[in-house]
């Protein structure tokens, strides 16, 4: 191990950061197979993993890929956060639904990604938003219930029609055939909220008598009809409706308590037609759907079930609501040895197999994946049986936390856990773990720090809030108050509150930044981009002044905004405070803009992230291998060509999102990289575009420049693996390839993915030989010091040498072992960490009891006699 490295740090606990609750999870839902036994088209491979959508109680809906690769069936780090849908100020989520655009246009075993989905939520009003996903806004079309607020939603198996549950006690149904959205069908009023809803199996469209079977209308008989969907009311009801005519067929009744009405909170449809509901009294009730009758009853919970999700087979129902426990129903086998030569010889029966406590607060939404499909057995989807599925639960607790989930029953072969937590693979064994709260928007933190006016800022729904951080005192000070402690202050901090700020925004703000001097923050929403001034006067109070014209500057430089939009969605200042360089929200563009003169001014405007193909500079920008070396182009393209290509690739433009910005110490080398999984490289100084990255097979989770040498960028990923590059040679350099082949493991199977990058800015002044480089990556619960430092030069090769004088880097490491790395696990979970100074650490902390101190009392029922 290299040298320890002993830094003053600074536990800030005073940011009231307070995370939004976790109202509803989704999953997209999966091609519906061919009636006739079509095979997919394409060659065999394993089942992906879908995007989770988050939606949360601000209004927010957080979009989370899965972290591992392609290929490969774990992840340590599980479902991380890519992208952040704002809601609108103020609004809140209860129902999130997918659906898939064209449903024809998939292969029937593939899963659907992000550009082939549509995202509908609700939030207690009447109106059905959608959701560009691209762009991270509402789509125009949003469209009315015409029954006031909606309490549920469900989208058919077939992704053509949404249902809405409505307040005035009627199901409506919305047309999604072509990526429309209008009314179709209005049901039957009943004298009740409907409460919960879900579709019943689809039926295969049966063929005409008259028409033969090898006829050309086979591509229209291959599909699927509704034929009923069952509704949980408000009063202790349970109704089965007529698709077609809109009607109850029939209804099914709950139990009350002295007379009082149960709420059906949630209801759940199986592949054979059996209903699973749950209400306010605890219970969970199955259903036979032909009869309409009770099949079973389970006490299963001490207070109202809120949300249910059946296992991907169809065999395991899990629930959960205000107790926080999820409970497990299994469905077994049981049969009458006597009348074993019968057909009806074996039966099944649900069973309570287990419950447990992974919550501290109530659980609002569950969801599984792979999602269950009701369809009939015959065309029910099998999925790996050596891969356990994955139960998704979230509440007021903030947290997602998701478990494998599979049956101890799946003995046959060995069974993988995808989230690597443990051997066990079964829900009753196996170890949860909690996804890590948002810190921000987007994956990024809402906490900024001035390290020079020792200013932390911290981003809100709609406000911003500015604390000082006082200096340390000296050794001398220090001594002192050793000595007399009477010299100190009572009630004395290390910091002190300078501003609390409330904005008028239309929507979440989505992105902050404030300039190492403490003169300039920058907040935006989706749609407006606020600069403001700070300045201290002589009795150390902070005076704020807006800039009022700003958004006109910026707006003279976005042409073609067709929503006059100039929101950001990410900023970053440089080193000395003179330039401000933003991404557009909509728009995506990337701005540099002067704060040096009487009024800011706009620079230049790159467009090198709104290309729609991969040629930039007639050349194809392919994913990288791990063991290709890139050589980038050699000079930089003149002026006026480059501003000729980008006229020319502007004709097919494309939206992106630009989360990702860092600037080198030096102020020279911008980076910016989008949720494409594309970087770009522009030089300050000349302000021109510079070069451009590979595409990686995932979007940079991190990015930031080394000090030391400023031309070296370090990017890191949801899998927390690491890419180094030099932008002055555009060249993956050979030391940087092999440190990031030699990763430490504990550092890659981190359950949290790197959310920043370090550097101790002591490091910079100091020469190479004198101390070895090291780098800070911190996650949410983890922060660990990894060494950038070289191997002795005595035993490298003299290839190696050559290669090392040639990239102007350090020399690779000849053993990984030479790795210095340390990780401690003190500090959690973290919202943003950095240096305010040579030496000098700043933690910003938001514990979970602090958060939850501020909520209601979670349910508790005490036991008489119980210990």
């Known amino acids: 191990m290299g040298e320890s490295a002993t830094l003053a740090v600074h536990r800030c606990r005073f940011v009231d950061y307070t995370p939004s609750a976790i109202t509803a999870l989704a999953f997209p839902p999966l091609p519906l197979p061919s009636i006739k036994g079509k095979k997919s088209t394409s060659a065999k491979h394993p089942l992906r993993f879908g995007t989770l959508a988050v939606g949360h109680a601000n209004g927010n809906i957080d979009l989370c890929e899965w972290a591992g690769i392609e290929r490969e069936n774990q992840s340590s780090q599980a479902w991380v956060i890519q992208k952040t849908l704002p809601g609108p100020y103020p609004s809140k989520v209860d129902s999130v639904a997918f659906s898939i655009r064209y449903p024809d246009d998939l292969d029937v075993e593939g899963v659907p990604e992000c550009s082939d989905l549509r995202l509908f939520s609700s939030g207690g009003g009447s109106e059905l938003l959608e959701w560009d996903i691209e762009r991270s806004c509402v789509r125009q079309r949003t469209i009315g219930s015409q029954g006031g607020a909606i309490w ?150 001490g207070a109202d079930v809120l949300c249910l999700a059946v296992g991907p087979e169809g065999n395991t129902v899990f629930t959960s609501g205000v107790d926080q426990k999820i409970s497990l129903f ?86 993988v856990n995808p989230l690597m937590t443990s051997a066990h693979c079964t829900f009753e064994d196996s170890y949860h773990r909690k996804l890590a709260y948002s810190a921000g928007p987007s994956g990024t933190s809402a906490i900024q720090v001035a390290r020079k006016a020792r200013l932390v800022s911290c981003m809100r729904d709609s406000g911003v809030s500015l604390w000082h951080i006082k200096p340390r005192p000296s050794q001398e000070e220090e001594d002192s108050l050793e000595a007399d402690p009477s010299h100190l202050e009572p009630h004395a901090a290390g910091w002190e509150k300078v501003l609390e700020m409330d904005l008028n925004t239309n929507t979440n703000l989505i992105a902050s930044g404030i300039s190492d001097d403490g003169r300039w923050l920058v907040v935006s929403d989706l749609y407006e981009t606020k600069l403001f001034s700070l300045i201290t006067d002589s009795k150390d109070r902070l005076n704020v002044r807006r800039i009022r014209d700003f958004s006109s500057i910026l707006q003279a430089h976005i042409p073609g905004s067709t929503t006059g939009s100039t929101g950001g969605q990410a900023f970053h200042f440089t080193p000395d405070s003179s330039k401000l360089v933003m991404s557009t929200a909509v728009s995506s563009h990337v701005l540099v803009v002067d704060l040096t003169g009487e009024k800011p001014r706009v620079l230049r405007r790159f467009d090198q992230h709104r290309l729609n193909n991969s040629i930039v500079r007639n050349r194809v920008v392919k994913k990288r291998k791990a063991d290709t070396d890139v050589q980038m182009t050699d000079a930089a393209v003149d002026e006026s060509e480059e501003s000729e290509e980008e006229q020319e690739d502007d004709s097919t433009p494309t939206v992106v999102s630009i989360l990702k910005i860092s600037i080198s110490p030096d102020g020279q080398w911008l980076a910016t990289s989008d949720d494409r999984a594309r970087t770009h490289i ?100 983890w922060m660990c010091k990894l060494s950038l430092a070289a191997a002795a030069p005595g035993r490298m090769t003299k290839k190696r040498r050559r290669e090392s004088a040639k990239f102007s880097g350090p020399p690779p490491i000849d053993d990984p072992n030479q790795v210095d790395f340390k990780m401690i696990t003190h500090y959690r979970p973290i919202l943003y960490m950095d240096f305010l100074d040579a030496g000098e650490l700043v933690v910003v902390e938001r514990p979970l009891v602090d958060v939850l101190s501020e909520l209601p009392p979670a349910y508790f029922k005490h036991k008489y006699g119980a210990s």
């Not at 609002?364 to 139960?391: E, K, N, Q, V």
């Not at 998704?392 to 101890?408: F, H, N």
């Not at 002591?762 to 030989?769: K, L, M, N, Q, T």
Request: neutral net charge; charged residues 20%.
């Open 152 to 301: 549920c939603m469900a989208v058919n198996p077939a992704s053509s029609l949404l249902a809405l549950g409505c307040e005035d006690g009627t199901v409506r149904l919305i047309s999604l055939v072509n990526d429309t959205l209008s009314h179709y069908r209005r049901f039957d009023r009943v004298k009740c909220r409907v409460l919960s809803i879900a579709w019943g199996p689809p039926v295969p469209q049966k063929r005409a008598p008259d028409v033969p079977e090898d006829s050309d209308s086979d591509d229209e008989d291959d599909t699927w009809n509704d034929a009923w969907l069952v509704t949980g009311g408000s009063d202790s009801s349970i109704r089965k409706w007529d698709v077609s005519t809109g009607r109850v067929i029939d209804r099914m009744g709950t139990d009350k308590v002295r007379g009082e009405r149960t709420l059906v909170w949630t209801v759940g449809v199986l592949g054979d037609g059996t209903i699973v509901s749950g209400d306010s009294l605890g219970m969970v009730k199955f259903w036979d759907s032909r009869t309409c009758t009770q099949l079973q009853s389970f006490q299963g919970h």
């Open 330 to 415: 299994s469905l077994v086998k049981t049969g009458n040895p006597e009348q074993a030569s019968k057909i009806a010889s074996s039966s099944s029966r649900w069973v309570h197999s287990c419950s447990r406590r992974m919550h501290s607060h109530d659980v609002r939404a569950l969801a599984t994946w792979p999602p269950y499909t009701t369809l009939p057995p015959s065309y029910r989807r099998h999925f790996p049986m050596d891969i356990a599925p994955i139960l998704a639960s979230g509440g007021l607790d903030m947290s997602v936390v998701v478990t494998p989930a599979a049956l101890p029953s799946t003995t046959v072969v060995k069974v």
């Open 682 to 781: 522009f030089n300050l100084d000349s302000i021109q575009h510079h070069s451009v990255l590979p595409s990686f097979s995932k979007p940079v989770q991190a990015l930031s420049f080394d000090p030391q040498r400023p031309g070296v960028l370090i990017m890191t990923f949801p899998d927390n693996t690491l890419q180094i590059y030099n932008v002055e040679s555009r060249q993956f350099p050979s030391w940087g390839k092999e440190l990031c082949a030699n990763l430490p493991k504990r550092l890659t199977r981190a359950h949290d993915p790197v959310l920043g990058i370090r550097f101790d800015p002591s490091v910079a002044s100091i020469s190479v030989d004198a101390k070895p480089r090291y780098a800070l990556f911190w996650g949410s619960t």
